[in-house]
């Protein structure tokens, strides 16, 4: 059984594994220990008793701006909601923080977000800081790929 839980220093270790062949290929970002360890209580784990098969991560850009980071879950672990748990955990999590307007994502695989909810917009709408902060570490820079889309958190209350 699947259980959600926030992350904890000691399961760093486990969460870099998890995430090192996407980082390799680039399709995460890269983020050392450190910086996870800043933002470790960021993070929603999917555990199978000790064993760590996906985490992401809610990231605060201001009152009305969150993102989703760093969605992984483990190959063998694919296609059964895993996935789609840890976002609308997050989802859920950005409104009980209080979060204004939206919760973006940048990513590989627009057809899974845009399932859940996610709209696509353009690039050029995204906060600069969020280009300067973390786009800038990213070995696709400055030729980007991913897709970017938004979750409107007023509709998903309306829909609740």
Same mark, same amino acid.
């Given at each position: 059984?699947?259980?959600?839980?926030?992350?904890?220093?000691?399961?760093?270790?486990?969460?870099?594994?998890?995430?090192?062949?996407?980082?390799?290929?680039?399709?995460?970002?890269?983020?050392?220990?450190?910086?996870v360890a800043t933002n470790i209580r960021?993070?929603?784990?999917?555990k199978e008793g000790e064993r760590i098969?996906?985490?992401?991560?809610?990231?605060?850009?201001?009152?009305?701006?969150?993102?989703?980071?760093s969605l992984i879950v483990d190959e063998?672990?694919?296609?059964?909601?895993?996935?789609?748990?840890?976002?609308?955990?997050?989802?859920?999590?950005?409104?009980?923080?209080?979060?204004?307007?939206?919760?973006?994502? *940048?990513?590989? *695989?627009?057809?899974?977000?845009?399932?859940?909810?996610?709209?696509?917009?353009?690039?050029?709408?995204?906060?600069?800081?969020?280009?300067?902060?973390?786009?800038?570490?990213?070995?696709?820079?400055?030729?980007?790929?991913?897709?970017?889309?938004?979750?409107? *958190?007023?509709?998903?209350?309306?829909?609740?």
């Amino acid at each position: 059984m699947i259980e959600l839980v926030k992350a904890k220093l000691s399961d760093i270790p486990q969460m870099q594994s998890l995430v090192a062949k996407e980082v390799k290929e680039g399709t995460i970002l890269n983020r050392s220990e450190d910086e996870v360890a800043t933002n470790i209580r960021s993070y929603v784990l999917a555990k199978e008793g000790e064993r760590i098969v996906g985490y992401t991560a809610l990231h605060i850009h201001s009152k009305r701006l969150a993102e989703i980071r760093s969605l992984i879950v483990d190959e063998a672990y694919r296609g059964q909601h895993v996935g789609q748990q840890m976002v609308e955990y997050t989802l859920d999590e950005a409104k009980l923080l209080g979060v204004e307007e939206d919760v973006l994502v *940048l990513t590989y *695989l627009p057809v899974f977000f845009e399932k859940l909810g996610f709209r696509e917009i353009n690039k050029e709408v995204i906060p600069e800081h969020k280009i300067w902060a973390d786009c800038i570490k990213c070995i696709h820079f400055p030729v980007c790929n991913e897709v970017a889309l938004i979750y409107k *958190l007023s509709e998903w209350e309306n829909d609740a």
